[in-house]
């Protein structure tokens, strides 16, 4: 079955980085992309970010460029979203999310669990 | 970007009630419009992609219509279960821009 694992909570003080792990399992990693999203307390859905596992250049959100990096590792099925200069309004759940994208037919078929980032002082 | 907009942010039904959400886009994004559903500390879980395919274990309560800049939502018989807060999805380009959600209270 699939699933997608992400690392655990981390608390960072202001200015700190954090990089969060996506395991993925029970699929071929290189045929489907990976979304980062985040829910800060109490609000919406925010979309940070894409890759292709099998190769080329992530696309990030224009609120996140120069701050966030999102790498991949073929050998372990793992996507990483490391994210810089944390804010206090970064804490947030970070989840990632596989893409199905067969068109007209494009959405996000599985979440990872999720991983809470607080930032804190 | 493409730009979402959710109506209402907030609504109060009660149990067999149809309700109706609805979701515009900035752009014509013919039918790359997806549904989530997301319970109090729960991952979104999906339940309507492609503006009105339902996804395979979503009861058939819900249903989803339109096309490039309007969609809906309905629950045609509102559930205890369906308690959530519900989003639109547009994954017709980069950035993929969520709606900022509608709550559902019962």
């Known amino acids: 079955q699939v699933q997608l694992v992400q690392s655990g909570a981390e608390v960072k003080k202001p200015g700190a980085s954090v990089k969060v792990s996506c395991k993925a399992s029970g699929y071929t990693f290189t045929s489907y992309y990976i979304h980062w999203v985040r829910q800060a307390p109490g609000q919406g859905l925010e979309w940070m970010g894409i890759?292709?596992?099998?190769?080329?250049?992530?696309t990030y959100a224009q609120k996140f460029q120069g701050r966030v990096t999102v790498t991949k590792d073929t050998s372990t099925s793992t996507v990483y979203m490391e994210l810089s200069s944390l804010r206090s309004d970064d804490t947030a759940i970070y989840y990632c999310a596989r893409d199905f994208n067969l068109p007209p037919e494009s959405y996000f078929d599985f979440w990872g669990q999720g991983a809470l980032v607080t930032v804190s002082s | 970007d493409i730009q979402m907009v959710q109506s209402p942010s907030y609504l109060s039904a009660s149990v067999g009630d149809r309700v109706t959400i609805t979701c515009r886009t900035s752009q014509n994004i013919r039918t790359y419009l997806n549904w989530y559903q997301q319970k109090p500390g729960k991952v979104p879980k999906l339940l309507i992609y492609?503006?009105?395919t339902l996804q395979t274990g979503v009861p058939s309560r819900f249903g989803g219509s339109g096309s490039a800049t309007d969609f809906t939502l309905t629950i045609s018989s509102l559930q205890p279960d369906d308690f959530a807060t519900y989003y639109c999805q547009q994954s017709y380009s980069l950035p993929r821009t969520f709606g900022p959600g509608t709550k559902v209270e019962i």
């Open positions: 890759i292709n596992p099998s190769g080329g250049s992530p």
């Open positions: 492609a503006a009105s």
